[in-house]
């Protein structure tokens, strides 16, 4: 039998981190929430030790923001920011897929196909947890394949605040990326296809400049009817 091991701090710290991160992009914790590492550390069953590291990291990603003997708190969704996340991600999806697709097995694309039947049914469905999860699947073998790991922590670093723009626009009534566009990426990676399969996700990832443009312009409106009100 195998010595039982203690679990390690790094462990510990990614646990929290993915938790609360979870946490805020879902809108379980909103934004303008202060946060406190005790009752949240109490929440997870950890000590505050990892906690206080994770928001340190959460600080770095731009879903947290603190001010030193005062408070921590979670960001608000800011067009700008995601508009700048986008294009930074936008940009890693482009440089693998260039990668990848010349790599790619036949077992690769039908991931993808499947990925992608996932989301079409979770969006047709409302189900954004589950649509959000199959679009990371889809990409996500793009950028393993490609074996660029500094890609994929940049990707990883930067997504979490597009999902939250994202998630809140579907629970409104909005889509996420379309299936379609999906489809037209899978096909051109079938066919081996880099040029057609990279433009494909130049334009994916324009939706999400799209989707902050249609949030300023709603905020826009509601500041100018707010006004209008008083």
């Known amino acids: 039998?195998?010595?039982?091991?203690?679990?390690?701090?790094?462990?510990?710290?990614?646990?929290?981190?993915?938790?609360?991160?979870?946490?805020?992009?879902?809108?379980e914790i909103e934004p303008g929430a202060v946060v406190r590492d005790a009752d949240?550390?109490?929440r997870l069953g950890l000590s505050r030790a990892p906690v206080r590291e994770?928001?340190?990291?959460?600080?770095?990603?731009?879903?947290?923001?603190?001010?030193?003997?005062?408070?921590?708190?979670?960001t608000p969704v800011v067009a700008a920011d995601v508009r700048d996340a986008a294009a930074v991600v936008g940009a890693m999806h482009e440089l693998v897929t260039?990668?990848?697709?010349?790599?790619?097995?036949a077992a690769d694309v039908e991931t993808m196909r499947a990925a992608n039947e996932r989301f079409a049914a979770a969006v047709a469905a409302g189900e954004v947890d589950l649509a959000l999860r199959a679009d990371d699947e889809l990409h996500d073998v793009l950028v393993r394949v490609s074996g660029n790991r500094a890609a994929a922590a940049?990707?990883?670093r930067h997504t979490p605040l597009i999902r939250r723009l994202e998630r809140r626009r579907f629970g409104?009534?909005?889509t996420c990326r379309s299936a379609g566009l999906h489809e037209r990426l899978i096909e051109a990676c079938?066919?081996?296809?880099?040029?057609?399969?990279?433009?494909?996700?130049?334009?994916?990832w324009r939706t999400l400049?799209?989707?902050?443009?249609?949030?300023?312009?709603?905020?826009?409106?509601?500041?100018?009817?707010d006004a209008d009100s008083r």
């Not at 039998?1 to 390690?8: C, L, S």
């Not at 260039?98 to 097995?105: E, F, G, I, W």
């Not at 079938?190 to 994916?204: L, N, S």
């Open 154 to 156: 940049t990707v990883a």
């Open 172 to 174: 409104e009534g909005g």
């Open 209 to 225: 400049a799209d989707l902050a443009d249609t949030t300023d312009a709603d905020t826009a409106h509601a500041d100018t009817t």
């Open 54 to 74: 994770a928001f340190s990291r959460l600080v770095d990603e731009g879903l947290l923001e603190s001010k030193p003997q005062s408070y921590t708190r979670v």
């Open 1 to 27: 039998m195998e010595a039982i091991r203690p679990v390690g701090r790094t462990l510990l710290r990614e646990r929290a981190c993915a938790s609360i991160r979870d946490a805020i992009v879902a809108g």
């Open 40 to 42: 949240l550390a109490e």
């Open 98 to 105: 260039r990668v990848a697709v010349p790599r790619l097995t």
């Open 190 to 204: 079938a066919a081996a296809d880099v040029d057609a399969a990279v433009h494909v996700t130049a334009e994916i």
